[in-house]
């Protein structure tokens, strides 16, 4: 999601976002928690120590923006720094960092022979037969490449659909069915297009494929990440969840979804043909119209202007600053959690050299 006057505080709270009439859980599971090991204090060098006071000095000196930094390579917990208001329990916003966690569902969908990428989207919700999403593919819409003109960056577009469900005044079916099939192009698009419209179908979906939205993304992704304490989702009035930017996490739990990301695309917690799918998700499929320098894949953002994309990088990405950033071959993972549109070049910087740090 981007875009619009939708904001959140330091400490997750929002009273708009995640209250009780409008979240439902998404649980962990039995399984047990993934244990983020730190490095013994003895064997701490000088570059650690040089690197954890410059994590440090940037969540002071960017108070009003920087939430949460952590640091995870190669099975150890390198550093993790919080705003003074924060603790690693509180939940967090983590906006359009959301679709890549959809993704992830979609893998297993697929490899279970639920679906398919070439299906209609209609052959699962027939609501859709007049709207704008009647002929549209579900790997277009993992694509982002529909064809359905929405523009995200318009300011208040993103913004306003956002609030109005979020008040409980609409929901995303009445919004889609309102998007009407004679409006827009029969076909989807060969350009690409972020649109989260695209996500909230695809969750629509997977939703009628596995008789829950809410249940599937524990069974096929929050069970397996070693959470440390069930999600939440953001809800519309009708009980669906905003499958494009309605994950709300615990900190270290972002961090534990990255790790359960790399362990997907190297095969370490994956069948073949679910890492030959986040294989191709993670890969720069599109390259993005507004930002040249990024590449696209299903939902995962990769070629990142900021990071040498030779270590096979790619990112889940929120609005106001979210980030879940993950290097395959040195088995780095790295997560901002920010509250506005500040820059993140520090971050990316220190992911950098978080890659080259001696591990021992």
């Known amino acids: 999601m981007s875009g619009g006057a939708i904001s959140q505080n330091i400490d997750g709270r929002n009273s708009g976002f995640a209250n009780n009439n409008n979240k439902v859980i998404v649980p962990k599971g039995g399984s047990p928690v993934l244990d983020l090991r730190q490095i013994e204090p003895g064997r701490v060098d000088k570059r650690l120590l040089e690197f954890r006071k410059e994590v440090d000095s940037e ?75 009647a002929n549209r593919t579900i790997e277009s819409l993992l694509l982002m490449k529909s064809g359905v003109p ?10 306003r659909v956002f609030r109005s469900v979020l008040s409980q005044s609409d929901t995303y079916d009445s919004i889609f069915l309102k998007m009407r099939e004679r409006d ?47 999600a939440w989702f953001v809800v519309d009035k009708e009980k669906r969840l905003l499958a494009g930017s309605g994950l709300y996490a615990q900190r270290r739990d972002f961090l534990r979804l990255g790790i359960h990301a790399l362990g997907l695309v190297s095969g370490e917690n994956a069948s073949p043909c679910l890492r030959s799918y986040m294989g191709k998700a993670v890969s720069p499929l599109s390259v993005t119209t507004r930002q040249a320098s990024f590449g696209y894949g299903y939902q995962f953002w990769s070629r990142n202007k900021w990071v040498s994309n030779n270590d096979g990088v790619f990112e889940m990405k929120g609005h106001l600053g979210q980030r879940v950033i993950v290097g395959p071959k040195t088995r780095a993972v790295a997560v901002a959690l920010s509250v506005g549109d500040g820059e993140l070049d520090r971050f990316y910087s220190l992911f950098k050299r978080l890659r080259e740090l001696p591990m021992q």
């Not at 108070?63 to 939940?91: C, M, S, T």
């Not at 997977?206 to 524990?218: E, I, K, M, N």
Request: glycine share 8%; hydrophobic share 40%.
């Open 59 to 133: 969540i002071r000196s960017r108070a009003d923006f920087n939430v949460a930094w952590l640091f995870w390579r190669d099975g150890v917990l390198i550093h993790e720094a919080y705003h003074p208001k924060v603790k690693p329990d509180n939940y967090f916003l983590g906006f359009s960092v959301t679709k890549s966690l959809i993704a992830m569902a979609y893998g297993h969908a697929f490899c279970g022979g639920k679906l398919a990428p070439g299906d209609l989207a209609v052959k699962y919700v027939p609501q859709l037969s007049d709207s704008a999403y």
């Open 150 to 159: 929405f523009d995200e960056y318009e300011s208040e577009n993103a913004a």
């Open 184 to 230: 827009f192009p029969a076909k989807a698009s060969p350009n690409w297009n972020y649109d989260t419209n695209n996500t909230e179908m695809l969750g629509r979906v997977l939703h009628a494929v596995s008789g829950g939205l809410d249940g599937y993304l524990s069974q096929a992704v929050w069970s397996k990440i070693g959470a440390q304490a069930d």
